[in-house]
Structures are given as C-alpha cells and as structure tokens.
C-alpha cells in the first residue's frame, strides 16, 4: 500500500523525512510490518508453543494460519484496508489471532479494554467510523452482546459484529466466510497498524496511532533491555490491550524472540501464582496495587514461583517501600517501567543497582530518545529540578487521531509530546517521577479523567456542582475522590445508587468514585474556576 493510499489514516501527524531518514540509519525502523513479522516468526520458530490461554495452546505455525483464514474471512465480510474495526476482547487467544488478522488485512484494530462500557465504545466506534466490533459473548458476568446492540444503534458507520463465542443476532468469530486464496493487501510498514486508547488526558479518552515500524521497534528493544529469549514464558496479567502487556515488551516482544505468552484471565494471585508454577512463566508486568497483592500473598502461598526471573512494575509510580520488599518476597529481580501509550518508555536496567531501581522510574529506551524537562513557560529547568517532561523519538507519536484542536496544546511546533508528567532527572539519565500537570487521577494504573467523571456527575438530577480529585491511597495509589453540592431540596445518592447511575450512562467501573462527600459549595479561584488545590487540602484535613 502507497502512503497516499486507505492505510495512511486521516488526522495522523507522521515523523518529518529528516527523522525517519534517522531512525532508518540507526536500524531502529525495519522494512516489515507485525503481519510479517508473524509471518517470519512462524517459519523460525514452527511448532513451538506461541500463546497459551486456558486449555488452548497454539503453536507459531498454528498462530499465522489462523490469522491468515480469520484475515480471509474478515475480507470476505467485506472489511477492506484501512478500515478500523473496534477489538473488545480480554487475554484469550481469540484476541491475538483477530489482531493478527487485522494486522494482515491491513486493517486497523482499535484496541479497547475489557472494562469499557457504552460511553467509552461509542465513542471510539464513532470517532474512528468503524466498521465493525469485535467482541466476547460474555466475559466477567457481562453480556457483551448487549452492549453490542446499544453500540450498532448509535454508531451509522458499524457494519458487524463479531462475536467470540455464541453469537446470538450477530455473526460467530468461528463461522466467518471462508474467503477466498487471493493475496492478502501489502501493508506499509510506515501506516498505522493500531489505535491505542490514551489513559485519560482531559475529557474522552483519545485514540493513540501507533504505526508498524515504529511498534515493532518498541517491543523489539524492549525485549532486549529485558534480555529476553526464547527460553522465556511471559505471562500476560494485564489487559492485553493495554500498551504495557502488549509491547513493553509483552506479547510482541516475547513472540519476537520465539519465548511462550501465558494468558492469565485474572490477575490475582490465586489464579496467576498456579500459572506461574504451570507453565514455568520467568517475566510478568504488574500495576503497583497488583503488585502488592503479589508479595503480600507471597508470605502464605506454597506455589512453586522459583521460575519467576523478572517482574516489572509500572502504570504509576512504585512506592520505594514496596519495590524493596519484591526480591525477597517473590524471589526475582524488579524492573520499574515509566511510560506511555503515546510512545515514551523508560526502564530500569538489569544490572542498575538497587537503589536506582527501588527510588527511579527507569531510563529512557533509546538513544534517539529526546527529554526535555521544562517550567511552566517550557524553558528548560536546571540539571535535577522538578519540572514538566516533554518527548520525541522513534516510537512517540507526533498527535492523537482526529484530535487537531488538542494536538495544538499536547505537542510543540517541533513535535516534542507534552506528557504532563512532573520529574526530575537524575544525572544517570534516570527519572524520578514527581505527580502529573493533567488532571488526571491515576486509580490502580487506570487514569481515570476527572472531568468526564464530573460531566456524568453533574447529569445526576440531585448534583449541582461536582469536582472530583485524587488522594493517595495504599491500595489503588489514588483514590477517586468526588466532592458535590446538592441540588436544592435534594439528597444525597447513595454509593450504590450513585454506581447504578454510572452504570447505566455506560461509564467503565474505574471510572466510580471510590468516595462521595457533600459540601455546601465548592472552593474557587479568584477567577470562578474551581479550586482543586485548596478542595485536597481540605479533603486531607478532614475539613470536606
């Protein structure tokens, strides 16, 4: 496919000539896509195990025939390159064999996460005009088929839906057309292979393009940094979906290298500790929460976990304290990972000492990455003070899709992306992160954006004003804290009234505030706006 042909997706800002001439010489971006790369993955590594998901167990060679018949009977359907289609589905195998599909048809997955509901699904089926979503029939006690049918009213552009499982009105994954032998399309390697979902900025959740060459190259020097091999077993804890167990280096990067990914339908440790001891898994990723869920159980499960080499942590920043306890708990090496879907990633080394490993955030992945850690005005801060990260590089991306009024602000002239993270850098080139500009909560490696949260808020006919904050939390990291002035005459929802009415304006559940506290009125700034500064102290004084 040319660059002027349906793979170049409108509203994408790509890398200027002079960078990729770069990032080609530096061997950073290759000529293939990731349906090639499965393509040369299968004739490397054969019948070795590639994904295991409950019974299933797919080899490489079993792994690219599937994608090549599911991308055939996806054709056949009529899904055409170019076209994004919304893929739904949690760690099973359906969702690798569908993505590689995709990957293959040149067509484009939009990758949402288990935990989205009707407002968060119309809106990426709307934003991307896809044609199609691909879905579970049930998963985690919630019939997706329904949503499925409130999703299909709403969005004009969605042709099919496709269901793992029984399919009720729409079409079973199982029972797509056989399609025809025709060559599958020729992909570019500089088109956008997948629309991540971004943690929350401000407002909706935006759609993040992450083209073939430059999401190889992310979860190809990822597995590097982590030494992996093909004597490795990754086990997939996080959402697939999610950008950390996908590529960081996740299941790309550990199927790059001919290792084995586990997919763990939970990540509790009840569940992933007996997978460990099965499959003789050697890496992870976690969120701090589920990480001190790990070495906490750690003290009283028996299961075998001495194949365990490395976990990594990352989603939000890792309390020192805790990131201590992991090798004596668990008996394997920790690894922090700063980073973002947009692109940046920062890793601590294998060989760091401990202290940079248990106080940091990591290093930067690349050595075409450029930091710059400025003040407010983006003046760059002196050497090891405090100040707002900004990033390009080979695998960040140059703007959200179909987002031109935000991509102004999210990014400068020259392309660095405003991460809205506080850090300093220390003189290892190390980060150390310090909180966030963006009003965004950071729930448990969820961010949850806190004016979407007060936009359904204040459609709840007992709330007239709604601010809703963060405050550290030993569980989550932060708690969702939503502070509210009553409609006059009204009372107060109840928290599970409250989490009824979210429910079915079609919020995610991360999204529910973990606290409710009524005030009078709401504290402002000298020019109206709502002062959330003064609203944490006095929700920390116990004032609100």
């Known amino acids: 496919m040319s660059s002027t042909d349906s793979g170049r997706l409108d509203g994408v800002e790509y890398w200027p000539d002079e960078l990729v001439a770069r990032y080609v010489a530096a061997g950073h971006w290759r000529d293939e896509t990731l349906g090639e790369r499965l393509r040369s993955w299968a004739a490397r590594y054969g019948n070795a195990t590639a994904v295991v998901a409950g019974e299933q167990r797919l080899?490489?060679?079993e792994l690219d025939r599937r994608a090549d018949e599911t991308a055939a009977g996806l054709r056949a359907l009529g899904i055409a390159p170019g076209d994004r289609v919304v893929v739904h589905l949690p760690n099973t195998a359906e969702f690798v064999v569908v993505l590689f599909a995709l990957l293959r048809l040149a067509a484009v997955p939009v990758l949402a996460l288990p935990a989205h509901r009707r407002?968060?699904?119309e809106h990426f089926a709307a934003l991307a005009d896809a044609v199609a979503y691909v879905i579970p029939d049930r998963h985690d006690g919630f019939d997706h088929r329904e949503l499925a049918a409130q999703v299909a009213a709403a969005v004009p552009s969605l042709r099919h839906v496709i269901v793992a499982g029984e399919p009720g009105p729409f079409t079973a994954l199982a029972a797509l057309p056989a399609g025809d032998s025709a060559p599958l399309p020729t992909v570019d390697p500089g088109d956008v292979a997948v629309l991540l979902i971004s943690g929350g900025t401000t407002g909706k959740p935006k759609l993040i393009p992450r083209t073939h060459r430059d999401y190889a190259y992310n979860a190809r020097a990822s597995a590097e940094v982590c030494a992996l091999t093909a004597d490795d077993v990754y086990l997939a804890c996080l959402p697939i979906a999610h950008n950390f167990p996908l590529a960081c280096p996740g299941l790309l990067g550990a199927l790059e290298v001919g290792a084995r990914v586990v997919m763990a339908p939970v990540p509790s440790p009840d569940v992933a500790f007996g997978l460990v001891e099965r499959e003789r898994v050697t890496v992870t990723a976690l969120v701090p929460p589920l990480a001190r869920l790990w070495v906490d159980a750690a003290e009283w499960d028996t299961s075998d976990r001495s194949s365990l080499r490395l976990l990594q942590v990352g989603g939000a920043k890792l309390d020192e304290v805790l990131a201590r306890r992991v090798r004596p708990a668990l008996g394997c090496a920790l690894q922090q990972v700063f980073?973002?879907?947009e692109?940046?990633?920062?890793y601590t080394r294998l060989d760091d000492p401990e202290d940079l490993v248990a106080g940091t955030q990591g290093r930067p992945l690349s050595p075409d990455d450029e930091l710059r850690v400025v003040d407010r005005d983006g003046a760059d801060v002196a050497a090891g003070t405090v100040g707002e990260l900004w990033t390009r590089?080979?695998?960040?991306i140059r703007g959200y899709y179909r987002a031109a009024e935000h991509n102004a602000g999210a990014?400068?002239?020259?392309g660095f992306y405003r991460t809205g993270d506080l850090v300093r850098r220390l003189p290892t080139g190390h980060l150390v992160v310090e909180g966030r500009v963006k009003d965004v909560?950071?729930?448990g490696g969820e961010n949850v954006s806190a004016s979407a949260l007060e936009e359904n808020l204040l459609a709840h006919p007992a709330i007239a004003a709604a601010a809703v904050v963060g405050l550290p939390d030993?569980?989550?990291?932060?708690?969702?804290?939503?502070v509210v002035v009553l409609a006059s005459g009204a009372q107060a929802p109840k928290p599970r009234q409250l989490r009824a009415f979210l429910a079915e304006r079609g919020l995610a559940r991360f999204m529910y505030p973990d606290r409710l506290t009524v005030i009078d009125r709401l504290p402002l700034t000298g020019v109206g706006k709502i002062d959330k500064r003064a609203l944490v102290q006095r929700l920390r004084a116990g004032q609100a």
């Open 59 to 61: 080899s490489f060679a």
């Open 119 to 121: 407002t968060e699904i």
């Open 441 to 443: 909560i950071n729930r």
């Open 474 to 482: 030993e569980n989550v990291g932060e708690a969702v804290c939503a």
């Open 393 to 396: 590089g080979p695998y960040t």
């Open 343 to 346: 692109g940046l990633l920062n």
């Open 411 to 414: 990014f400068t002239p020259d």
């Open 339 to 341: 980073g973002m879907a």
